[in-house]
């Protein structure tokens, strides 16, 4: 029968043992029997599904979802989770609760980072700008030679709202 599937089973024959479906339209259903996409893979629930893409157990990338708890993208390699993708949109790079669009727990490098707009932001482990210059409001306040408007090697500060700073602030 050309509109028929083709089955895959192990263990038997019977519905509960049938792994791997193909349709006459050739969609794919891994652990579906009733697949709706090119590829569809499905695990029994609490459990996470991932596909594995490498050349030997040392050397591979496994792209999972997490089980019910978050939903959770996972990009794994064989030192471990490296990047998260939740269902709210937030992306971690090196960090499984990306708490903002884009979440970095570690080093980022690049030429040229452009912001819109107003926010705020936390840099607790400092910004490093070797070269060039890391600009507010086109003001020059990072680089080398003079900063800003003011002193060489020494970051202008601008109070605001009755801020006020001392030889022991930090």
Not at 27 to 50: C, E, H, K, S, Y
Not at 82 to 96: A, P, Q, W, Y
Request: hydrophobic share 35%.
């Amino acid at each position: 029968n050309p509109s028929a599937p083709i089955k895959f089973f192990t263990g038997g024959s019977a519905a509960a043992n049938e792994r791997l479906r193909i349709t006459s339209a050739g969609l794919v259903g891994i652990g579906d029997t009733a697949p709706d996409r090119a590829l569809t893979i499905f695990t029994a629930q609490n459990t996470t599904p991932q596909i594995r893409i490498g050349n030997t157990d040392s050397f591979f990338w496994d792209i999972g979802r997490e089980n019910q708890t978050t939903g959770r993208l996972m990009f794994i390699d064989q030192g471990g989770e490296k990047m998260s993708l939740l269902n709210n949109g937030n992306l971690g790079v090196g960090t499984t609760t990306p708490g903002a669009l884009l979440s970095v727990n570690g080093t980022i490098l690049g030429q040229t980072i452009n912001t819109y707009g107003t926010g705020t932001s936390t840099h607790a482990g400092g910004i490093n700008v070797t070269s060039g210059c890391y600009a507010v409001g086109g003001v020059c306040i990072g680089g080398s030679g003079t900063v800003g408007s003011g002193t060489a090697g020494q970051l202008p500060f601008y109070a605001a709202g009755g801020t006020t700073l001392s030889a022991s602030s930090t």
